[in-house]
C-alpha cells in the first residue's frame, strides 16, 4: 500500500498531543453551536492510558482550521468515578444540546449518562442514568455514537454485558431511546451474529485456522455499535468484529427491533470501530475504518490487527455495497475511534494516533495516545459527493 496515497485535507494534525502526565486523549465528539464555532469534548486521561485508568471528560473551543482549542475546561467532574469517558453531542428537537457519556463505577460496571444545556455549551445539568431500563452491568458507547432521529427520537446503540467475568453470558447490541426529550429512556429488542450469518474471511492465513475458530465462539464477537438514519427513514446498525468484517442490520420502525446482523462484505476490518455518517442531504454514506483488505486474516507477521490505515469508503445503496475512496491515514501509526461533524460544506475527523515505540528491539504501537484531526473539503478538487476516485485502496 502507498503510505503517501492520502486524500487531500484542508488541515491534518495533532490536536491534543500524548505527554508522561496525559497519556491519552481521544475520543472525542463535536457539534456546531449556535454562532458557528466547534464546540468539542474528549477523554483525557491521567496517570495512565488504559480503559480503566482515571479519566474525565474535557474540551473547548475548536478552531477547524488551525486544531487550536480554546476555553478549554473539565465536564461533569465526579471524584466518585473511575472515570468518564466517551461523550456524544447532539441537538436537541428544542434547540437545546444534549450529551450522553460513560461513568465507570468499578473496573467492569459502569452506568451511561445524559444531561441537557440550555444555554449553548456552557453549563448542563445534574446528568441522569439512562440504562436503568436494562439490569447489564458493563455498558459499551463508543465515542460520537448520540443521534436524533428525524422522527425526534434520540437513540443510543450500546454493547451490553450481564458480566464480563462470566464468559458464558454473552454480550448483546441494542439500542437506548427517548420519545420525550431524554426524560425517559427505553431499550430495543438484542441482537446478536447468529451462527448461519458468519461470513468466511475475505482471505485466510494458513495458520490463523484456531483464531476464526475462537471469533466464532467468543461470547463478544460483536461489539461497539453505531446507528446512522438512511434518506427513506430506515436505521442502520454497524459493528465492529472479531470476525473479519463489518457488520450490519436495519430497523424500520426506529430502532425498536431489527434484522439479522450480516457481513458487510466489502468493510474488511480487524477488531476495530468503524464509523458512519450520512452526507446531509444526501443518499450517501461515509464510513471511516481501518481497510485490512491487503492482508489474510489472522496473519501475525502481517499486523492483521493493526488499526491501520484509516480508510474512508461511500454507499449510494444504504450501505450494502461500499467504494473505497481513499485513505485520511498512511500506515505509519494506528488510528481509531473517529467522529465524524459535517458543517460549511466540509467534513470534520478527530480519532487517536497512536504513540510508536521500540520495545526489546521490536516496534510497538500504543494505540490509544494523541487527539489527531482533518477537515476534508466535501467540494474540493476531490468530489466526496460524486465519488470520483483515482486514489486507490
Not at 467532574?77 to 441537538?91: I, S
Not at 448542563?124 to 465515542?143: A, L, M, S
Not at 461515509?286 to 501475525?300: K, Q, S, T, Y
Request: with cysteine.
Amino acid at each position: 500500500m502507498n503510505n503517501t496515497n492520502l486524500l487531500p485535507a484542508l488541515h491534518r494534525g495533532i490536536i491534543v498531543p500524548h505527554t508522561p502526565e496525559i497519556p491519552r486523549s481521544g475520543e472525542g465528539s463535536a457539534i456546531v453551536l449556535k454562532d458557528g464555532r466547534i464546540l468539542l469534548i474528549y477523554n483525557r486521561f491521567t496517570g495512565g492510558g488504559a480503559d480503566h485508568d482515571s479519566a474525565c471528560l474535557f474540551g473547548g473551543i475548536l478552531d477547524p482550521l488551525t486544531g487550536r482549542i480554546r476555553e478549554e475546561a473539565a465536564f461533569f467532574q465526579d471524584r466518585g468515578a473511575v472515570n468518564q469517558c466517551n461523550a456524544g453531542l447532539e441537538r436537541l428537537a428544542n434547540g437545546n444540546l444534549g450529551i450522553i457519556f460513560l461513568r465507570r463505577t468499578a473496573r467492569d460496571e459502569d452506568d451511561l449518562n445524559f444531561s441537557r444545556c440550555t444555554d449553548d455549551g456552557k453549563t448542563w445539568t445534574c446528568p441522569v442514568k439512562v440504562n436503568t431500563c436494562c439490569e447489564d452491568k458493563f455498558i459499551v458507547v463508543n465515542n460520537d455514537r448520540f443521534r436524533r432521529l428525524s422522527s425526534g427520537r434520540l437513540a443510543i446503540p450500546a454493547a451490553l454485558y450481564p458480566d464480563r467475568g462470566d464468559k458464558s453470558r454473552p454480550c448483546t447490541l441494542a439500542m437506548f431511546y427517548s420519545d420525550d426529550d431524554g426524560a425517559t429512556w427505553n431499550i430495543s429488542e438484542r441482537i446478536k451474529i447468529l451462527e448461519k450469518n458468519l461470513t468466511p474471511p475475505h482471505a485466510m492465513h494458513p495458520e490463523a485456522g484456531q483464531a476464526w475458530k475462537d471469533g466464532c465462539e467468543y461470547y463478544a464477537k460483536e461489539q461497539e455499535p453505531g446507528i446512522e438514519e438512511l434518506a427513506d427513514g430506515r436505521l442502520l446498525l454497524y459493528c465492529r468484529t472479531f470476525v473479519a468484517y463489518m457488520y450490519r442490520a436495519y430497523s424500520t420502525d426506529g430502532g425498536e427491533t431489527w434484522t439479522e446482523l450480516k457481513a458487510a462484505t466489502d468493510i474488511v476490518s480487524p477488531c476495530s470501530p468503524q464509523s458512519i455518517r450520512r452526507i446531509p442531504g444526501s443518499r450517501r454514506l461515509l464510513c471511516i475504518f481501518n481497510n485490512r483488505r491487503h492482508i489474510a486474516f489472522g496473519d501475525v507477521e502481517k499486523f492483521w490487527s493493526g488499526r491501520t490505515p484509516l480508510t474512508l469508503a461511500a454507499s449510494d445503496d444504504d450501505g450494502v455495497r461500499w467504494q473505497i475512496l481513499g485513505n485520511i491515514e498512511d500506515e505509519s501509526h494506528d488510528h481509531c475511534y473517529t467522529s465524524m461533524l459535517f458543517f460549511d460544506n466540509k467534513l470534520l475527523l478527530t480519532y487517536h494516533e497512536s504513540e510508536n515505540l521500540v520495545v526489546d528491539g521490536k516496534p510497538v504501537r500504543r494505540a490509544l495516545a494523541s487527539l489527531k484531526m482533518t477537515v476534508l473539503d466535501l467540494n474540493g478538487e476531490f468530489d466526496f459527493r460524486a465519488g470520483q476516485t483515482g486514489l486507490t485502496s
